[in-house]
């Protein structure tokens, strides 16, 4: 009776373990997958960010556009900044910008297009504390001249607050997350661009806001994980090996 229960309890332990190292292995193949996406997602990021600017799309094309094939890609275009109300989103820095460090906020405005249509520009960083807005007001109202100006910036598109993003401070017009989708139905712009613009150039006299290139880098540690998992199946079978070792050393 004791030998056919101590049977069952090793068959038992050595299914479980089977599992449990299929599952490591499991991931660990997932990681090595990932690891191969993204490096084709920063190959094609540093192409994007590295290509001649090309004029930005006509509104038709827009519904097509997306993060995946279009996010970082640099364009130009004519449009004119509307007297209407800024929005900023507060920043500690930028993982995007390698000549921006510290606490500050990000300038959004909307300009119009000649053909009619409403695209929000982020026009750059402002360093500043978030509970001050005097610097930012200046700031936006030295760019709103209604006369058209060339930018060429960088196709973005809208962000998703997680779960410990603050919420926004609609009275100072501040944000927390780059939704500007959300700022144009706060603040009145009127139908927006899916996407929005991080600026590129031109920078004003003052460099304030301060627009700038873009820098992605993304991390890439999923090498590192799929030898974490692929270890840990192997320290599993080892174990279990010592462990079923131990069990015939103790039979009768």
């Known amino acids: 009776m004791t030998t056919a229960i101590g049977g069952r309890g090793t068959r ?28 084709a997602l920063i190959a094609a990021l540093e192409a994007r960010i590295t290509a001649a600017p090309v ?16 996010e970082f890609r640099r364009v130009t275009f004519t449009a004119t900044y509307l007297k209407l109300p800024d929005a900023m989103v ?3 820095g930028s993982a995007v910008r390698e000549d921006v460090s510290g606490p500050g906020t ?32 200046r ?29 926004d401070n609609r009275d100072k017009r501040l944000w927390f997350t780059r939704d500007h989708l959300a700022m144009a139905k706060a603040l009145g712009w009127g139908e927006v661009a899916p996407f929005y613009i991080d600026l590129e150039t031109p920078v004003p006299d003052n460099g304030i806001p301060k627009p700038g ?40």
């Open 90 to 92: 507060y920043s500690a």
């Open 106 to 137: 990000w300038a959004f405005l909307p300009a119009r297009l000649a053909s009619g249509e409403t695209v929000v520009i982020d026009t750059g960083f402002i360093a500043n504390t978030m509970q001050e807005r005097s610097v930012e007001d």
């Open 139 to 167: 700031a936006a109202a030295k760019l709103i001249t209604g006369e058209p100006i060339t930018l060429a910036g960088y196709l973005r598109f809208p962000e998703s607050a997680g779960l410990l993003t603050p919420a």
């Open 12 to 39: 038992a332990f050595a299914a479980f373990t089977a599992l449990m190292v299929a599952i490591f292995i499991g991931l660990g193949v997932w990681q090595l997958a990932r690891r191969a996406e993204k490096h």
């Open 55 to 70: 004029p930005l799309p006509p509104s038709a094309e827009w519904p097509a556009l997306n993060a995946a094939n279009d």
């Open 213 to 252: 290139p873009l820098t992605p880098h993304l991390r890439d540690e999923h090498m590192q994980y799929a030898i974490t998992w692929f270890s840990l199946a192997a320290a599993l079978v080892i174990a279990f090996a010592v462990w079923a070792r131990g069990r015939r050393a103790q039979r009768p």
